[in-house]
């Protein structure tokens, strides 16, 4: 059994110790050496352009929005995409771009010419917490209330004084043309942007003609979720 | 040490060595493929038949980003969409249209108007299908 057991270290032995030692006495060939120091290379340039496009993404940003609060070193903003903090300094410059009242004194615009609800452009760079830090604040005068503007796709279906647009949704769309100097013809497909008047015309701004034509599906009703009674027929 | 091995305890030995890596080896191969949980979740029976995912229009803008500010008055709108498909590139002052390239990339130089730009860009395939991104974009004349 002392045979048999000493015998066994031993193989196991061999069977460990040798691959081991080769393995450390082998050493990674030059191509390997190579391609490590150019994966190197190549790891290092892309994490440089991966932080040129991060400072990218973060300077010259813009918060556009109305003043929810405001202190001597930040203003809260509610924006588009949500609420936005603005840091400010002294080195902050500021403009005031609201019509003017007839008669009233020209006053340097400061932290203080930023009120409540009043609509600003904050101009600057961003830090990784989303802070915009100011170089340059810009009251806005109130946006005017424009209607929004409207986006058409469809086929021209009649030309007269206003045209008709069949839609993807087979509704018929009339569009005053008059604004507009592009040359469209019967069955054109068109995607027109305009305004849409009180009279559910669209006041188009501009025409483009799809000069490779399009398809207009015709509308096909959904069926049924529910499945049609079936008759068996069981073979007799 | 110097004692010379018999054929047998040698034999014996080897034999017990090749079980020992035998188990060994059984015991990995059942850990890996049914007791290891990454195993599991790539079960093809678990995650049910291979489908193709429906090919719907798409519209991804590498540029611009939203809420930047441009010293330039001209934009580069590029992305990625459908092959074939007309994008409509609109402010409250200007529109225009680009064609996707039969990879589905485009780009366009977009004139803006200074101070703030609402831009919306609308992608339409050719069944009318559409898509749309807005952007908030201020041009300063001047360089801060």
Redesign the interface.
Known sequence: MKKFVSVITIIIAINFILPMANAADSTPSADIQKKLQELKTEIASKAAKLKQEVNQKLTNKAYIGVVKSKSQTSITLAAKNGTRLVSINQDTVYQDNTPKKKGAKQVTPSVDSVKEESNIAALGDVDDTGVLHARKIIILPSPADSKPKTYLWGQVTSISDLASIKTKEASTAAVSTSNIDTKFKLNDFVIISGVKNKNDIVEAHFLYVIPTGAVLKPKISTPSATPKPTTTSGKK | ?N?K??TK??A???I??LILGLVSLGGLYYFLNFYSPSSKTNSSVENGPVTKEPTSLTLDLTSP???????SQDLEISGKTSP?S?I?I?S?DN?M?ISSKPDGAFTGDFNLSE??NQI?I?V?D?????KEI?R???Y?KEK?
Do not use: C, H, P, R
Request: aromatic share 12%; net charge negative; glycine share 8%.
């Open positions: 040490m004692k091995l018999s305890a040698y014996s030995a080897m017990f060595i980003d939203d809420e930047v500010l441009s010293f074939g007309e409509l609109s409250t529109d249209v101070g703030t919306k609308v339409f050719k069944n009318g299908d559409q807005d908030t974009i201020y300063s801060l």
